[in-house]
């Protein structure tokens, strides 16, 4: 189930040497693999590296928001745009604090982006969130293009500027802020 409305946690890695961390290298190999394949960007866990299903993964959500905005710039270049390649800091930082200020409290809704505007020194900037469970990358991009308002945000040609935050809320939904700008 998806909702949508108008980098966090890396997996540490255990000393040089060891059993456990090269299970991790393992993980992350097929994590850089799935992204590469435009799979769903997971890391498995040590105990079952090689044979990692859904049920034996992490979400790695630094991976996640990278990949949709691979995704995203990959739609914007097939419209003739120019990729969104810079994250800005600042917008950044606003979109990591609103995707966990949605995680801790429930609330779906977006914020006034004035304060970003202001902040930020931007001239403009939109907002597309996203909250469901079993989301990937894909399925995330792919809701906000089949709506009207949140496509727009994405193919937005000033859009030269970006920041992205994703979170799992104690419900364990995937929670996500995509802000795009365009910087004075």
Known sequence: MTALAPRAARLPLDPPCSRPARANVAAVVLAVLALCLGGFAVTASPASAAAASETDVELDLNLFEDRILAIVNKHRKAADLKPVRSVSRCVDRFSERWARHLAETGEFVHRDQKRILRRCDLTWVGEDLVRGTGLTPASVVRAWLDSPGHREV???????????????????RIVGVLNFADIN
């Open 154 to 172: 994405l193919m937005k040609p000033r859009a030269n500027r970006a920041g992205i935050g994703v979170r799992i809320d104690d419900q364990g």
